[in-house]
């Protein structure tokens, strides 16, 4: 009798340590994803069974400290073919190393800048969509990162619901679609010679209405040069609020990025396909 006893106990306590073992594993089981760290050993990287939008396992991501962590895997694409990968995101106390910047939890094309928006601070689960063309390459590498291609992060995110879709083949298109950003105001603090300088400087009502000729000119000046053979269409912006922070290197000194004005480029944008976009500012007072 205490030898069935032993067996039984003997028995529970190895379906413990497998199940265990099990749960392991599959923490650390990334599937077809491999992890990338810009830091080596700083983030955690795990299949969380807690933290889940949906049935199956969530891939998480979590940096004590600043860091560019993603996991990615690379996938076979059809050249000249639009593509959109979505995902639902969760974060956690995300915030950015740098201000100003477009990093942070983000769907993106590891090695590339080309990434989705980013998501920062602490949300709740929300879909994010990223679209790519795929232009001449045969295959890329799709990333889920806590970070961003010039910048790193701190905090904790959370991937699930991947999925990736095939649009129609690209197909040549003589009709282009421009939008064009008329900034009238710039509103910044610089750094100059060592010291800081407020630095504001207005576009004029007649500055602004000749960058409207221009466009109008240049959109009778395509059809004109191709013949009849390109057109364009164009929405034109006037953007009212000043833009408040400028990037710098030592090549062109302060210039205006994306991210500099990111926020005023998805409003203006949203629910619209643009092929070009201008953005026009006045940089010297």
């Not at 990736?164 to 105001?185: V, Y």
Request: aromatic residues 12%.
């Amino acid at each position: 009798m205490l030898k069935k006893i032993f067996s039984f106990i003997s028995l529970i306590i190895m379906i413990g340590i497998i199940i265990f073992l099990y749960d392991i594993y599959s923490e650390k089981n990334y599937g077809e994803y491999s992890r990338a760290e810009f830091k080596p050993y700083t983030s955690a990287f795990l299949r969380d069974s807690k933290v889940t939008y949906s049935t199956g396992r969530s891939y998480k991501i979590e940096s004590d400290k600043f860091n560019d962590a993603l996991f990615f895997k690379k996938i076979a694409v059809k050249s000249n073919t639009p593509y959109k990968v979505t995902a639902m995101i969760k974060t956690e106390n995300v915030i950015t190393e740098n201000s100003n910047s477009i990093a942070g939890a983000q769907i993106c094309m590891y090695n590339t800048t080309e990434c989705s928006k980013s998501v920062t601070g602490t949300s709740d689960w929300q879909k994010v969509e990223f679209m790519f063309d795929s232009k001449n390459r045969e295959s890329v590498s799709i990333g889920f990162r806590l970070g961003g291609f010039d910048d790193n992060c701190m905090g904790t995110a959370w991937f699930s619901d991947i999925t990736l879709e095939e649009g129609g083949r690209i197909t040549e298109d003589t009709n282009w679609s421009f939008a064009c950003l008329i900034f009238k105001k710039i509103d910044v603090e610089v750094e100059i010679n060592g010291e800081k300088e407020h630095v504001y400087v207005e576009m004029s009502e007649t500055d602004a209405n000749l960058m409207k000729e221009n466009m109008n000119r240049f959109k009778n000046g395509i059809t004109s040069l191709s013949g009849d053979n390109m057109s364009i269409d164009y929405d034109t912006y006037i953007v009212e609020g000043p833009i408040t922070s400028l990037s710098y290197n030592e090549e062109n000194a302060y210039y205006v990025e994306p991210k500099d004005i990111m926020d005023v480029l998805e409003q203006c944008t949203k629910d619209k396909q643009y092929d070009h976009i201008f953005a026009i500012v006045r940089l010297r007072r």
